[in-house]
Every structure is written in C-alpha cells, then in structure tokens.
C-alpha cells in the first residue's frame, strides 16, 4: 500500500488524524499563513483591559520574536473582535485627549481557551535571505554576505533578548511568558552559531573550488598544445 504525502498546511490532530489548520487562515500577499491575530490579542487581555497602543508594546515585548504586528492589522481586528462580542470597547478622557479601553467578554475568555488547548500547526519559515542563499551559485558573494548579516542579525537579537528577559525576572513575570522569550533567545544564539560554522565551511569549499579552477586553468594555458597554438600566433 502507497503512502501519500500529507498536505504542508496541514498537522495531526488530538486523534492522530491528518487536519487542516486550527488558526484561521489569514490571506498574505506572499500567500502564506499567519496566527489568526485574535488569538494572541484575547490572550494579551486575559491579563486585563489595555489600550491600542499597550497592545502593541505586548506584541513587541513579548511575542515579537515570533510574531509581528502592524497598526493596520491590529486596530481592524479589534475592531472586528468587538462586533463580535468577544470584547468590550470603552472611551475614556484624559484631558483633551480620549483613548480606547478594551477588556475581554466571557465568550472572548471561551474562545481564547479553546483556541489555546488546539495543536498547533508546524513551523515553517518564510526568509528571503535563505531564499537568495540557495541560488548563490550565481554570486557567491552575495550569498556570503548574506550568510554574515544574518550571524550578526542572531547574535544581537540574543542580547537583546537576555536583557529582556532579566527584566522580565525583575518585574515578576509569568514563567510561560519568560520560557517564550528565552525559546527566541536559544534559537538565536543556535542560529548564529550555526551561521558562523556554515559562513567557515563555505569559504573553506569556495577557496577549495577557486584553487581548482585555477589550477585547470595553468595546466590548460601551460600544456603542450597550448604551447604550439601560442607559437603558431
């Protein structure tokens, strides 16, 4: 009996079966699939009410490692998870200013759990730099290039992170919400170790490859032929 090879945007489910995604699936230009956004923005108020603007400041304290978030599809969503009835909305003054509170309904709390209890689908990447690396038979330099940016992107993201997360420690912070950002910060440190052993073996076999190439080329300008086509000229 033949195996057939599971759809990529599918997982297996709490019954071993192979199932479409649990998170809604959100339309991208690239085509590919995101976190439906309400799931980490019910999650974000389950701590409690929160501004527009204190949302966006969890997305980039927190999650930020793996999940990105821009106003025009924060604010859409809030708005959208508000006509649903899954939050609240309310106006408050301060001074002549006015700002959006927003607090979860019980049936954003039923929602949020639910969706928190759903396997999740499996990681996949989409990096533009990988992308342009496997082609870099065509410039290996750029590919280099590449392969270096990317080791320094990892190493100074996993500073960055460590000063967080002793933040985090001094605040008090959840052990869930601390046990995510140091994943973030271990999967930079790999990367960038990664990086610089693969940024040392690619010299090493490009260097291998240009000496070879050159040495052909000496024999074929040096050999016997060559030598009586030179005179010949």
Request: without cysteine; charged residues 30%.
């Amino acid at each position: 009996m033949s195996l057939t090879r599971p759809p990529l945007d599918s997982y297996r489910n709490g019954k071993g079966e192979w199932a479409s995604l649990p998170f809604e699936a959100v339309g991208s230009r690239d085509g590919s699939l995101r976190v439906d956004i309400k799931f980490p923005v019910l999650g974000f108020l389950m701590d409690g009410e929160m501004t527009g603007y204190d949302l966006k400041r969890r997305f980039q304290d927190s999650v930020g490692f793996f999940y990105r978030v821009s106003d025009g599809s924060l604010y859409p969503a809030l708005k959208k998870l508000a006509r649903d009835k899954l939050v609240t909305m309310r106006t408050e003054s301060r001074g002549k200013r006015a700002r959006n509170v927003y607090a979860i309904t019980a049936r954003g709390r039923e929602l949020f759990l639910k969706m928190l209890a759903e396997p999740s689908p499996p990681l996949f990447i989409h990096d533009e730099a990988q992308v342009k690396i496997y082609f870099g038979h065509h410039n290996p330099d750029a590919a280099m290039a590449h392969l270096r940016r990317m080791r320094e992107f990892d190493r100074f993201r996993s500073d960055e992170l460590a000063d967080l997360i002793a933040y985090m420690k001094v605040q008090g912070a959840s052990p869930f919400h601390k046990v995510l950002v140091e994943i973030g910060r271990q999967l930079s440190i790999f990367k960038a170790e990664m990086f610089a052993k693969l940024e040392k073996a690619m010299a090493r076999e490009l260097g291998a490859s240009r000496r070879a190439r050159s040495a052909i080329a000496n024999r074929s300008a040096t050999s016997p032929g060559a030598r009586r086509r030179k005179m010949v000229q």
